[in-house]
Protein backbone atom coordinates (compact mmCIF):
# COMPACT_ATOMS: atom_id res chain seq x y z
CA UNK A 1 0.00 0.00 0.00
CA UNK A 2 1.24 3.59 -0.68
CA UNK A 3 2.24 5.11 2.56
CA UNK A 4 1.01 8.71 3.22
CA UNK A 5 2.70 12.03 5.04
CA UNK A 6 0.70 14.18 7.46
CA UNK A 7 1.51 16.94 10.06
CA UNK A 8 1.19 15.73 13.22
CA UNK A 9 -1.14 18.78 14.58
CA UNK A 10 -2.19 21.89 13.25
CA UNK A 11 -4.74 24.71 14.47
CA UNK A 12 -7.95 26.75 12.97
CA UNK A 13 -9.40 29.75 13.83
CA UNK A 14 -13.57 28.63 13.93
CA UNK A 15 -15.02 29.81 11.05
CA UNK A 16 -12.08 29.76 9.26
CA UNK A 17 -11.34 27.52 6.16
CA UNK A 18 -8.89 24.62 7.27
CA UNK A 19 -6.84 22.97 5.18
CA UNK A 20 -5.32 19.18 5.89
CA UNK A 21 -2.30 18.24 3.79
CA UNK A 22 -1.12 14.77 3.05
CA UNK A 23 1.91 13.43 0.75
CA UNK A 24 1.30 10.03 -1.01
CA UNK A 25 4.29 10.12 -3.32
CA UNK A 26 4.14 6.26 -4.33
CA UNK A 27 0.39 6.35 -4.98
CA UNK A 28 -0.43 4.04 -7.90
CA UNK A 29 -2.47 4.78 -10.94
CA UNK A 30 -5.66 2.83 -9.50
CA UNK A 31 -5.66 3.70 -5.94
CA UNK A 32 -8.24 6.47 -4.28
CA UNK A 33 -7.30 8.74 -1.85
CA UNK A 34 -9.50 8.47 1.68
CA UNK A 35 -9.98 10.78 4.50
CA UNK A 36 -11.54 9.34 7.63
CA UNK A 37 -11.68 11.80 10.87
CA UNK A 38 -12.28 10.23 14.49
CA UNK A 39 -13.53 12.48 17.18
CA UNK A 40 -12.61 11.69 20.62
CA UNK A 41 -14.16 8.29 21.67
CA UNK A 42 -15.75 7.48 18.70
CA UNK A 43 -14.89 5.20 15.48
CA UNK A 44 -13.71 7.10 12.61
CA UNK A 45 -15.97 8.57 10.26
CA UNK A 46 -15.94 9.07 6.56
CA UNK A 47 -15.37 12.38 4.43
CA UNK A 48 -14.79 11.98 1.26
CA UNK A 49 -12.55 10.36 -1.23
CA UNK A 50 -11.33 10.32 -4.98
CA UNK A 51 -9.06 9.34 -7.76
CA UNK A 52 -8.02 11.58 -9.73
CA UNK A 53 -10.31 15.00 -9.89
CA UNK A 54 -11.26 17.31 -7.19
CA UNK A 55 -14.43 15.92 -5.22
CA UNK A 56 -17.01 18.23 -2.72
CA UNK A 57 -19.39 17.15 -0.89
CA UNK A 58 -21.68 18.55 2.06
CA UNK A 59 -18.19 18.33 4.58
CA UNK A 60 -15.66 18.61 3.13
CA UNK A 61 -13.46 19.38 -0.75
CA UNK A 62 -10.52 17.20 -1.45
CA UNK A 63 -8.03 18.98 -3.38
CA UNK A 64 -5.53 16.14 -5.45
CA UNK A 65 -2.15 17.60 -7.53
CA UNK A 66 -2.19 16.62 -11.31
CA UNK A 67 0.78 14.13 -10.37
CA UNK A 68 -1.61 12.22 -7.46
CA UNK A 69 1.72 12.63 -5.45
CA UNK A 70 -0.52 14.78 -2.85
CA UNK A 71 -4.22 15.86 -1.90
CA UNK A 72 -5.54 18.57 0.56
CA UNK A 73 -8.73 18.20 2.55
CA UNK A 74 -10.62 21.45 2.79
CA UNK A 75 -12.92 21.81 5.39
CA UNK A 76 -14.14 25.29 4.15
CA UNK A 77 -16.02 26.71 7.25
CA UNK A 78 -14.28 25.26 10.46
CA UNK A 79 -16.43 24.60 13.89
CA UNK A 80 -15.26 23.54 17.08
CA UNK A 81 -17.13 20.26 16.78
CA UNK A 82 -14.40 19.79 13.60
CA UNK A 83 -11.58 19.64 16.31
CA UNK A 84 -10.38 15.65 15.49
CA UNK A 85 -7.51 13.50 14.01
CA UNK A 86 -7.83 13.58 10.31
CA UNK A 87 -6.49 10.03 8.32
CA UNK A 88 -5.33 10.18 5.05
CA UNK A 89 -5.65 6.96 3.63
CA UNK A 90 -4.67 5.19 0.19
CA UNK A 91 -6.99 2.23 -0.63
CA UNK A 92 -5.21 -1.25 -1.70
CA UNK A 93 -5.79 -1.70 -5.20
CA UNK A 94 -5.81 -5.36 -5.93
CA UNK A 95 -4.65 -8.53 -4.51
CA UNK A 96 -6.00 -10.11 -1.36
CA UNK A 97 -5.99 -6.82 0.51
CA UNK A 98 -8.37 -5.02 -2.30
CA UNK A 99 -10.21 -3.10 0.32
CA UNK A 100 -8.21 -2.69 3.49
CA UNK A 101 -7.61 0.78 4.56
CA UNK A 102 -4.35 1.13 6.21
CA UNK A 103 -4.21 4.29 9.01
CA UNK A 104 -1.11 6.45 9.52
CA UNK A 105 -0.80 8.67 12.47
CA UNK A 106 -3.02 11.10 10.89
CA UNK A 107 -3.29 15.32 11.67
CA UNK A 108 -4.70 16.50 14.91
CA UNK A 109 -6.87 19.38 14.19
CA UNK A 110 -7.38 21.88 16.73
CA UNK A 111 -10.33 24.35 16.30
CA UNK A 112 -10.19 27.03 18.40
CA UNK A 113 -12.89 30.17 18.99
CA UNK B 1 -29.63 -2.29 11.31
CA UNK B 2 -28.79 1.14 9.87
CA UNK B 3 -24.92 1.28 11.46
CA UNK B 4 -21.85 -1.33 12.60
CA UNK B 5 -22.89 -2.50 15.65
CA UNK B 6 -20.82 -3.64 17.92
CA UNK B 7 -20.74 -5.45 21.58
CA UNK B 8 -20.24 -5.12 24.70
CA UNK B 9 -19.19 -1.54 24.51
CA UNK B 10 -16.69 -2.53 27.09
CA UNK B 11 -14.84 -5.58 28.78
CA UNK B 12 -13.14 -5.45 31.59
CA UNK B 13 -11.10 -9.07 31.62
CA UNK B 14 -8.24 -10.74 33.87
CA UNK B 15 -5.19 -11.37 32.21
CA UNK B 16 -5.09 -15.00 30.84
CA UNK B 17 -8.82 -15.05 30.35
CA UNK B 18 -10.19 -15.23 26.76
CA UNK B 19 -12.16 -13.20 25.55
CA UNK B 20 -15.41 -12.65 22.33
CA UNK B 21 -16.16 -9.48 20.32
CA UNK B 22 -18.69 -9.31 18.35
CA UNK B 23 -19.26 -7.46 15.25
CA UNK B 24 -23.17 -6.96 13.45
CA UNK B 25 -22.11 -5.40 10.02
CA UNK B 26 -24.47 -3.32 7.89
CA UNK B 27 -26.68 -5.85 6.11
CA UNK B 28 -25.79 -6.28 2.66
CA UNK B 29 -22.08 -5.40 3.09
CA UNK B 30 -19.68 -7.72 1.73
CA UNK B 31 -16.62 -6.60 3.10
CA UNK B 32 -16.00 -6.99 6.84
CA UNK B 33 -12.66 -5.18 8.77
CA UNK B 34 -11.27 -5.54 12.21
CA UNK B 35 -8.90 -2.64 14.00
CA UNK B 36 -7.53 -2.34 17.01
CA UNK B 37 -6.84 1.25 18.68
CA UNK B 38 -4.22 1.14 21.63
CA UNK B 39 -4.62 4.61 23.79
CA UNK B 40 -3.34 7.86 22.11
CA UNK B 41 -2.13 5.18 19.32
CA UNK B 42 -3.81 5.33 15.33
CA UNK B 43 -5.57 2.39 14.33
CA UNK B 44 -3.79 -0.91 13.66
CA UNK B 45 -5.49 -2.95 10.84
CA UNK B 46 -6.09 -6.65 12.57
CA UNK B 47 -8.21 -8.76 10.12
CA UNK B 48 -10.09 -8.43 6.13
CA UNK B 49 -13.19 -10.67 5.02
CA UNK B 50 -14.13 -10.30 1.73
CA UNK B 51 -17.52 -12.29 0.53
CA UNK B 52 -16.23 -15.88 0.64
CA UNK B 53 -12.53 -15.52 -0.09
CA UNK B 54 -10.20 -16.35 2.51
CA UNK B 55 -9.45 -13.34 4.98
CA UNK B 56 -6.66 -11.73 5.19
CA UNK B 57 -5.16 -12.66 8.46
CA UNK B 58 -1.70 -10.76 7.70
CA UNK B 59 -2.36 -7.74 10.80
CA UNK B 60 -3.29 -10.33 13.70
CA UNK B 61 -0.61 -10.15 16.39
CA UNK B 62 -0.10 -13.44 17.48
CA UNK B 63 -2.15 -16.89 17.19
CA UNK B 64 -3.68 -15.97 20.43
CA UNK B 65 -5.91 -13.61 17.88
CA UNK B 66 -8.39 -14.96 15.71
CA UNK B 67 -11.75 -14.32 13.71
CA UNK B 68 -14.74 -15.94 12.10
CA UNK B 69 -17.62 -15.03 10.11
CA UNK B 70 -20.40 -16.69 10.07
CA UNK B 71 -22.42 -16.94 7.25
CA UNK B 72 -21.08 -13.50 5.65
CA UNK B 73 -22.53 -11.73 8.45
CA UNK B 74 -21.81 -11.54 11.98
CA UNK B 75 -18.05 -11.57 13.05
CA UNK B 76 -16.36 -12.68 16.13
CA UNK B 77 -13.07 -11.82 17.16
CA UNK B 78 -11.73 -14.40 19.77
CA UNK B 79 -8.23 -13.10 21.97
CA UNK B 80 -7.20 -16.19 23.93
CA UNK B 81 -5.25 -15.41 26.94
CA UNK B 82 -5.49 -12.67 27.15
CA UNK B 83 -2.26 -10.02 28.71
CA UNK B 84 -2.02 -6.24 29.15
CA UNK B 85 -0.83 -5.39 26.07
CA UNK B 86 -4.14 -6.51 24.57
CA UNK B 87 -5.87 -3.52 26.28
CA UNK B 88 -7.35 -1.64 23.44
CA UNK B 89 -10.28 -0.45 21.52
CA UNK B 90 -11.42 -3.11 18.84
CA UNK B 91 -12.86 -1.25 15.41
CA UNK B 92 -15.39 -3.41 13.44
CA UNK B 93 -16.02 -1.54 10.23
CA UNK B 94 -18.15 -3.00 7.04
CA UNK B 95 -18.26 -2.06 3.53
CA UNK B 96 -19.85 -3.06 -0.34
CA UNK B 97 -17.20 -3.94 -2.40
CA UNK B 98 -17.96 -4.48 -6.21
CA UNK B 99 -19.64 -1.64 -6.99
CA UNK B 100 -17.45 0.10 -8.55
CA UNK B 101 -14.33 1.66 -7.52
CA UNK B 102 -16.34 3.84 -4.96
CA UNK B 103 -17.59 2.71 -1.72
CA UNK B 104 -17.13 3.95 1.94
CA UNK B 105 -16.47 2.46 4.85
CA UNK B 106 -18.72 2.59 7.74
CA UNK B 107 -17.09 2.20 11.67
CA UNK B 108 -18.63 0.94 14.45
CA UNK B 109 -18.34 2.19 18.09
CA UNK B 110 -15.92 0.34 18.85
CA UNK B 111 -15.11 -2.35 22.00
CA UNK B 112 -13.21 -1.18 24.73
CA UNK B 113 -11.06 -3.99 26.11
CA UNK B 114 -9.28 -3.41 29.80
CA UNK B 115 -7.25 -6.66 30.32
CA UNK B 116 -5.99 -6.47 34.06
Known amino acids: DAKTTQPPSMDCAEGRAANLPCNHSTISGNEYVYWYRQIHSQGPQYIIH???NNETNEMASLIITEDRKSSTLILPHATLRDTAVYYCIVRAAGGTSYGKLTFGQGTILTVHP | GAGVSQSPSNKVTEKGKDVELRCDPISGHTALYWYRQSLGQGLEFLIY????????KSGLPSDRFSAERTGGSVSTLTIQRTQQEDSAVYLCASSLVGQGDSYGYTFGSGTRLTVV
Open chain 1, 50 to 52: GLK
Open chain 2, 49 to 56: FQGNSAPD
